[in-house]
């Protein structure tokens, strides 16, 4: 065999590669941090946890409301990105790196089969597996293959190259988008596959843990077994090109890469809403075109419920709404939702009118933005149902859920505010869109919402509003608190679809 080449797009999409690997990682740190427990349960019961990365403890006994946003952990800057509890923008740039690390891999690999090079990653005999063992064994007693066992990769490095390109990378797309409530929602069976959500969460981080592992196996071997022929391949793309060279290029290179890494987290934590909004401009076509018009059809079995309900978001106190204590206080027998705004018909219910409704029941899964999750039953009328009888405006384009509760953040020295959230129409339709009043079969406990809250099968947790005041069609949602579509858009900088 002559000397090989490496080609430049095989070279670059390399370098691409790095940066956006490192991306992956460092904001996926920080959704991990969002909930740093780990289970194999669908239900997240405190303790059943399999690996956590706090002290805290979750309060099982006594009467004290203990919420997922109190469980979360900070992360160093250094480590995620950005870092100190800042999900929101950590799912903005786990969002845009996959992205475009998808598309760099798709590219690389079509040109992979397109020009031939695909003979030098993929195996096409079966003695790879012995061949290798043999390097594997000659690595461990720390002897170098000779240079006659390279063309260009040595066994060893070509089975393990084609497993991360063609199986670990898969396979963290495939455990990433199971964590899609809307996927989840819309294909029951696709999660099944992975045995659940917290599973494939579980996979999906192990999956992160054999990436780490095997770039640092691998810088390692790089630096040790023939560097200058590694270096010299993989920047000048040829053994024989100038070693000098091609070294000064592969540390601009990566310094530049830190550089990246390091103006992100910068930037991300200083400019929140600046960044928000450019990389949602990038992500929400995506989601809108993939995600959005999947319809919820989930039908769990009873005994699917889960023993544990996680909670985010407390009632409301007295100095947060006294007249919610006191609707509270009185069983909410005075209790109105008021159905207004862009309506030719503005509705005032009762709980008893809500529930002389049609009644739509569902048992199905809660994706909370954090991480964890939870099945249950819940009971109540479609939201259809209400829209045909209130009759929206033809200029109604939005439907925005306002809460008795205030937001327990704030956005810049603004003092809190209700806690709003707003969906399409297109959301407000679908089949298993409804607004609950019944939790497991029993009234909705107050830790849960009492005495209405909205359920959304396709979105994460925080599009569904407890303590429901009021519903009021709108035309568009720029014009309501912050602008940003809702309060954990506003003062959280979540993406404004919550499919994903
Ligand atoms: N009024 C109000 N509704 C809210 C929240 C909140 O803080 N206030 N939190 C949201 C979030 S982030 C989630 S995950 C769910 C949690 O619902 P649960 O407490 O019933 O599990 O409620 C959503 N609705
Ligand atoms: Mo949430």
Known sequence: MGPVEFPLWLRISHYINILFLGLLIRSGIEILAAHPRLYWNEGCTPKSEWLKFTKKEVPTAGGEIYTAHDDEVSAPSWLALPGHKNLGLGRHWHGISTTFWILNGVIYVTLLFATGEWRRLIPTSWDIFPR??????????????????????????QLTYAAVVFLLGPFLILTGAAMSP??????????????????????????LIAFILFTIGHTILVLLVRFQDNITNIVLGRS???????????????????????????????????????LDTIENPIRKIFFHSL???????????????????????????????QLAGNDFRDWRLSVEGLVQQPLTLTLEDLRALPREEQTTLHNCVQ?????????????????????????????????????????????????????????????????????????LPLAHGAPLRLRVETQLGYKMVKYIRSIQLIADYRTIGEGQGGSREDTMFYGRGAEI
């Not at 170098?144 to 390279?150: E, H, W």
């Not at 319809?295 to 919610?324: K, M, R």
């Not at 009971?379 to 259809?384: A, F, I, N, R, Y």
Request: charged fraction near 15%.
């Open 182 to 207: 809307a996927i989840a929602a819309r294909f029951p069976w696709y999660l099944r596959l992975f045995g659940g959500r917290q599973r494939a969460r579980s996979l999906h981080f192990l999956g």
């Open 371 to 443: 991480g964890w999750s939870g099945i249950a039953k819940w009971s109540g009328v479609p939201l259809s149902k209400i829209l045909e009888r209130c009759q929206p405006l033809p200029e109604a384009r939005y439907v925005l859920f306002l809460s008795y509760g205030l937001d327990q953040f704030t956005y810049g020295d603004k003092p809190r505010q209700p806690f709003y959230e707003v969906i399409d129409l297109e959301l407000a339709n679908h089949h298993q869109t409804i607004l609950a009043y019944d939790l497991n079969d029993k009234p």
């Open 295 to 325: 319809s919820s059809a989930q039908h769990y079995p009873e005994t699917a419920i889960s023993p544990y309900l996680w909670v985010n978001g407390a009632p409301p106190t007295t100095d947060e709404s006294a007249e919610f204590i």
């Open 240 to 278: 024989t090109a100038d070693f000098g060279l091609a070294v000064s290029i592969a540390v601009i290179a990566l310094l530049i890469v830190v550089a990246i890494y390091a103006w992100t987290t910068w930037y991300s934590l200083r400019h929140k809403r600046r960044m928000q909004i450019a």
């Open 132 to 157: 290798a063992a043999h390097t594997l064994a000659g690595y461990l007693t720390f002897q170098i293959p000779p240079a006659s066992d390279f063309h260009p990769y040595d066994p060893l490095q």
